[in-house]
């Protein structure tokens, strides 16, 4: 069953649970290393290698742990649920992106939302004069888990999600603002930046590379749009302009008329001072017809994913049958 899986996984897939395995292996082999070597009772868990993973104290001697603790994780639940992530996640998405795009989105996403988080951490620690904080580990899936759950809100935003036999029910458009909801009041309870900073910042960060940098490249023959291709061939579209990808769609209905607002003064404020440029009716016209068109991709790969189960349900159905009837 797992090397089938394995043997079949696209190569993001591939990649980033390599990267996921080494990266915490590493880290727990270190550990066990380091404690036979000194004969200390340190736990595992309370340990630190801070040249593996993002420790803010630590993170300006060995700025590679901004990319490395994308992949850190140090507790059993933590690293099978970001295999869990990152295998769901890159297969579905690399259909649509292209290997090489999926794995710049990780590392993207990943780095500047460690480091964003770092700096909002040593800022919060100097004020508040916590010097213990600069010693907590950072970075891990929580740096990526919100980008995909914007590009999947760019993928398929009308997707229903139906659970426990329809008791459950709600958008995909509207799972991040959800799950945004739960990391706030986690964050709350337990009177810390962590998860809060590092999942809006995953957010945000996603958002505006998908929204303004992401670069697409759209046959005129071929109606297919993808994150790969060749440019002299192509023509080139940055970025989402979509109507339907605007930030204020990521939140419910009855917040829009007033998040509107304030969401367009900031824009407006951004464009003013030359960070982002405004979209023209033509590139959002076009970006519409882009979504609509990677929509029907995405409503088909869907449906071969959905045929490709039935399938296999059917011939394990058969099977049992055929199993029947040989012992009696």
Known sequence: MVPTLWRSAPKS????????????????????YVIQLSGSQSKLLEMIIPQLQ???????????????????????FSFLFSLAVLYIATSYVEKF???????????VIG????????????LSNIVRGDVNGM????????????????VLKQLIPEHNVILFQGLVNFRVKHLPFILLLLVSGWSAVAQSLYPFVPSMFSFFVSYNYLRFIQTFFEDPILPVTNANGDQTNSTVFRGDASD??????????VTKPYLSVVINAIFNAF??????????????????????????????ANNQIANSVAERRRQVALQVIEDRINRT
């Open 54 to 76: 993002l420790v803010p104290r630590y993170a300006i001697y060995y700025p590679w742990v901004f990319v490395t603790s994308i992949f850190a994780e140090v507790s059993i």
């Open 135 to 150: 010693d907590q580990p950072l970075g891990g899936g929580i740096s990526y888990y919100f980008g995909f759950l914007v």
């Open 13 to 32: 897939t591939k990649f980033s649970v390599v990267a996921l395995l080494v990266t915490s292996l590493s880290i727990l082999l270190i550990k066990i």
């Open 111 to 122: 780095t500047v939302t460690n480091l964003s988080t770092v700096l909002v951490t040593i």
């Open 271 to 300: 464009v003013f001072i030359g960070v982002v440029q405004p979209f023209n009716d033509e590139v959002i016209e076009q970006s519409n017809l882009r979504a609509q068109k990677l929509s029907e991709q995405a409503s088909h």
């Open 97 to 107: 992106w292209g290997f090489k795009e999926v794995v710049k989105f990780i590392l």
């Open 244 to 253: 339907a990808f605007q930030l204020v769609e990521f939140f419910p209905s």
